[in-house]
């Protein structure tokens, strides 16, 4: 892709239509030159001349037959980078999980060969029926990335899912779209990432955690998705939107999270151990609210399994072990070596928790990648990044026990 990006943005007929205007701002704004397509339905919500007024261009709307050039518009959508589809309705997306081209829009989808991201929007029950679950898988299957949406009270009055994503996330899904580079280095492999932070109760209301925000780790699950691998991400307490075509598991305990891993572990390829996970959790959960009426307050503590040591000992030959240490100060970097030994590990990732500007729930991070053969150091960047700078070490390192070897890039 060289210059500035096209996007293509289609527009169905619901009533989150208003909010793709907010939509191609944004786009906009993140330096993208927006081309629109609408539905007929769509253009009953809102008027093409809204989009005409914001993109810069004539929006092409209608049926096959009414539109004049209809092969002039399907090659004018190819040759865009991205077509985004936003909001996407359950008649249409049931049309494009069965190959339907009754319209411009379907036509267009079915013609393009490029990156496809599609924001649904509908009534819950819509939503949760089989037949649109079963038709979103579909279009996963067909390499669409779907931005799931959101649960919040809904035009129709009632409160669920269905609500179209944030135009903010649905920026964040193209942009991240458009700037992979496409790898598939990772391709047949299964990966778990393990991301976020444990809670261990206390009683019924209190927990002891940490800052994780799970940021690192479903940076890590996008990209090994990307790259073509079979992506399991065992998460702790995160709210991120979901990473499309990822399996999601909630693990919020340590125990929860041990158990999960080791229920995974005979097959898997490669794990990364990105999570925060408490060292200590009560011995006694009190069932209900502790009161206040003690001076003082102990809770008896008792260390929680340690998850990367305990897969030392379980895992098989050809599997690659990853883990990050999160360490205070530069002189964190010795004790990660040790970390490294200790744990049995191919790989660990350190990075500096003293530090505001990366590690614990920035959008940053600065990290010294380890090997038992060598050390490298991958500068500040955003953890999008540095996830990719980290699968790119670790296929080179598989691919290479494997007697496959990647060119250096
Ligand atoms: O989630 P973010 O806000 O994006 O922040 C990212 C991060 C700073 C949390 C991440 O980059 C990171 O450093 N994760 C590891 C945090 C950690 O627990 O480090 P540690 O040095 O305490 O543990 C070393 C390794 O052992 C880690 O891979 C950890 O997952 C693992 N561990 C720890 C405790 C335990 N009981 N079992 C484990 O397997």
Same mark, same amino acid.
């Given at each position: 892709?060289?210059?500035?990006?096209?996007?293509?943005?289609?527009?169905?007929?619901?009533?989150?239509?208003?909010?793709?205007?907010?939509?191609?701002?944004?786009?906009?704004?993140?330096?993208?030159?927006?081309?629109?397509?609408?539905?007929?339905?769509?253009?009953?919500?809102?008027?093409?001349?809204?989009?005409?007024?914001?993109?810069?261009?004539?929006?092409?709307?209608?049926?096959?037959?009414?539109?004049?050039?209809?092969?002039?518009?399907?090659?004018?959508?190819?040759?865009?980078?991205?077509?985004?589809?936003?909001?996407?309705?359950?008649?249409?997306?049931?049309?494009?999980?069965?190959?339907?081209?009754?319209?411009?829009?379907?036509?267009?989808?079915?013609?393009?060969?490029?990156?496809?991201?599609?924001?649904?929007?509908?009534?819950?029950?819509?939503?949760?029926?089989?037949?649109?679950?079963?038709?979103?898988?579909?279009?996963?299957?067909?390499?669409?990335?779907?931005?799931?949406?959101?649960?919040?009270?809904?035009?129709?009055?009632?409160?669920?899912?269905?609500?179209?994503?944030?135009?903010?996330?649905?920026?964040?899904?193209?942009?991240?779209?458009?700037?992979?580079?496409?790898?598939?280095?990772?391709?047949?492999?299964?990966?778990?990432?393990?991301?976020?932070g444990t809670r261990e109760p206390i009683d019924a209301v209190r927990y002891m955690g940490n800052r994780?925000? #799970?940021?690192?780790? !479903?940076?890590? =699950?996008?990209?090994?998705?990307?790259? $073509?691998? &079979?992506?399991?991400?065992? /998460?702790a307490n995160?709210?991120?939107?979901?990473?499309?075509?990822?399996?999601?598991?909630?693990?919020p305990t340590a125990r929860a999270?041990?158990?999960?891993?080791?229920?995974?572990?005979?097959?898997?390829?490669?794990?990364?151990?990105?999570?925060?996970v408490a060292d200590y959790q009560a011995i006694d959960t009190a069932a209900g609210k502790m009161g206040k009426s003690q001076d003082h307050l102990s809770v008896r503590l008792e260390p929680t399994?340690?998850?990367?040591?305990?897969?030392?000992?379980?895992?098989?030959? #050809?599997?690659?072990? !990853?883990?990050? =240490?999160?360490?205070?100060?530069?002189? $964190?970097? &010795?004790?990660?070596?040790? /970390?490294?030994?200790?744990?049995?590990?191919?790989?660990?990732?350190?990075?500096?928790?003293?530090?505001?500007?990366?590690?614990?729930?920035?959008?940053?991070?600065?990290?010294?990648?380890?090997?038992?053969?060598?050390?490298?150091?991958?500068?500040?960047?955003?953890?999008?990044?540095?996830?990719?700078?980290?699968?790119?070490?670790?296929?080179?390192?598989?691919?290479?026990?494997?007697?496959?070897?990647?060119?250096?890039?």
């Amino acid at each position: 892709m060289t210059g500035q990006p096209t996007v293509l943005l289609g527009v169905t007929g619901g009533i989150a239509a208003y909010k793709s205007a907010e939509l191609l701002r944004g786009l906009q704004k993140a330096g993208m030159d927006v081309r629109v397509i609408m539905t007929d339905a769509a253009t009953r919500f809102v008027a093409p001349l809204t989009f005409e007024t914001l993109s810069g261009h004539a929006v092409h709307t209608g049926d096959l037959l009414r539109a004049d050039s209809t092969i002039a518009h399907i090659e004018e959508g190819n040759a865009a980078d991205l077509f985004v589809i936003a909001p996407l309705t359950a008649n249409t997306l049931a049309k494009m999980a069965n190959g339907l081209a009754d319209n411009l829009l379907t036509a267009t989808y079915l013609a393009y060969s490029g990156t496809v991201v599609a924001a649904p929007s509908m009534n819950t029950n819509m939503w949760n029926h089989p037949a649109t679950q079963r038709n979103v898988a579909t279009l996963r299957e067909q390499g669409v990335f779907v931005v799931e949406p959101g649960a919040g009270e809904l035009a129709c009055g009632v409160y669920g899912s269905g609500r179209m994503a944030e135009p903010d996330s649905i920026v964040a899904e193209v942009k991240h779209r458009l700037q992979v580079v496409r790898k598939t280095d990772l391709r047949g492999m299964r990966v778990a990432i393990t991301a976020g932070g444990t809670r261990e109760p206390i009683d019924a209301v209190r927990y002891m955690g940490n800052r994780s925000s #799970g940021k690192m780790g !479903v940076a890590l =699950a996008r990209a090994a998705f990307d790259r $073509g691998a &079979s992506v399991d991400l065992i /998460k702790a307490n995160i709210d991120l939107p979901r990473a499309p075509g990822v399996r999601e598991h909630d693990t919020p305990t340590a125990r929860a999270m041990y158990r999960k891993v080791m229920d995974l572990l005979p097959d898997i390829d490669i794990l990364f151990m990105a999570a925060a996970v408490a060292d200590y959790q009560a011995i006694d959960t009190a069932a209900g609210k502790m009161g206040k009426s003690q001076d003082h307050l102990s809770v008896r503590l008792e260390p929680t399994a340690d998850i990367l040591c305990e897969v030392a000992t379980e895992r098989r030959d #050809g599997q690659f072990i !990853v883990g990050f =240490a999160a360490e205070f100060g530069p002189e $964190g970097l &010795s004790r990660s070596r040790e /970390k490294l030994k200790r744990k049995n590990l191919d790989m660990i990732v350190f990075n500096d928790i003293s530090r505001s500007d990366i590690g614990f729930n920035s959008d940053y991070n600065e990290v010294i990648i380890l090997t038992p053969g060598g050390e490298s150091k991958v500068g500040r960047a955003p953890k999008e990044t540095v996830a990719e700078i980290i699968l790119d070490h670790t296929a080179r390192e598989v691919r290479a026990r494997r007697g496959e070897f990647l060119p250096v890039t």
